[in-house]
């Protein structure tokens, strides 16, 4: 058995246009992308195996067929893996914890994660808010408008790796390539807009009550509380940022050959760079599986992401 390489598929968005496609090479892409899922089990939307032997399989089909290859059985897919350009500011969302996602029909809630590929000088995102509770929220904030006042910012560099737990207001903002890590709860609250409009003329719906209603005003959640546990491989450097209950997300710096091999399945992704895995040829935008414990090897000079659960 060896790594399998998976084809991304494309996501449109009112705030993407071809940056995904430019940067990335993933020169089939329609204009209007805003990010590419390098993994995905979601049924509408599962990304496509293209190596032997299971060559034009969804990862669903995988999953649900071929255990072998992830040693999780029972368990449902729990990751989504996109590739994210933003073209303009995005909505200001907040995601579901599991208790309120369970009332939703949900199996699951929604944390998720960022690591910022690149990041041009004075890059910002939304993270977090000013409001002490509802009350304060509507009496302060949203009853007057005041929806610049209300929201937080952050700072974000090349290389940073930020949290975004349930509850926690966030929005990703134009000059940023984030490799996303997100549970697979497909589902997001929109909370402001920017009375922005598509090409018809009407503004995005958004979804203010059940926004609000699983919005989080602990001031530790705004806080991104990284802690990046970092070793050395033969030639080059890995880098654990989070290990949880949702995921488990590390960074591998390659500068040379590396012989690799994990507990685990990991869904691997190359941020920057060029090299081989197992012989095989990677470039920038390559998505592929390690099967569970599978020994790999890795050379050249390249960044790739992995995440497994």
Same mark, same amino acid.
């Given at each position: ?47 496509? =195996? ?14 649900? #067929? ?76 949203? $009853? ?35 490799? *996303? ?32 209603? =699983? ?19 033969? #030639? ?20 040379? #050959? ?5 507990? $685990?399945? *990991? ?10 895995? $197992? ?21 050249? #000079? ?8």
């Amino acid at each position: 058995m060896s790594v399998l390489f998976f084809k991304p598929v494309p996501r449109p968005a009112i705030w993407g246009h071809t940056l995904v496609k430019d940067y990335f090479g993933f020169h089939d892409f329609p204009e209007g992308i805003g990010q590419a899922w390098a993994f995905s089990a979601q049924k509408e939307a599962s990304t496509i =195996c293209i190596s032997d032997p299971y060559k034009g399989q969804s990862l669903l089909d995988l999953w649900n #067929n071929h255990q072998e290859l992830f040693h999780h059985q029972g368990e449902e897919f729990p990751v989504i893996i996109s590739l994210v350009a933003p073209e303009d500011d995005l909505s200001i969302q907040v995601h579901p914890a599991t208790p309120i996602a369970h009332q939703l029909g949900y199996k699951m809630g929604k944390n998720e994660a960022w690591y910022f590929i690149e990041s041009k000088p004075g890059s910002q995102i939304v993270y977090g808010h000013h409001a002490k509770n509802e009350d304060d929220l509507y009496n302060n904030y949203i $009853n007057k408008n005041r929806w610049e006042e209300l929201i937080k910012h952050l700072d974000v560099h090349t290389g940073d790796f930020v949290y975004l737990p349930a509850g926690i207001l966030h929005a990703m903002k134009k000059g940023s390539i984030v490799y *996303e890590i997100q549970q697979a709860t497909d589902v997001t609250f929109r909370f402001y807009d920017y009375h922005r409009k598509d090409a018809q003329g009407n503004e995005r719906p958004l979804h203010l009550k059940q926004a609000v209603a =699983c919005l989080s005003y602990d001031p530790k959640k705004m806080i991104n509380d990284i802690h990046p546990v970092e070793t050395s491989l033969e #030639n080059g450097k890995q880098t654990v940022f989070i290990s949880n209950d949702s995921f488990t997300v590390t960074r591998l710096e390659i500068t040379g #050959n590396n012989h690799l091999q994990y507990d $685990n399945y *990991e869904l691997a992704t190359v941020v920057k760079g060029k090299g081989k895995v $197992n012989g095989q040829e990677l470039r920038l935008g390559d998505s592929f599986l390690v099967p569970y414990q599978e020994e790999f090897v890795v050379e050249g #000079n390249l960044t790739i992401m992995m995440t497994t659960r």
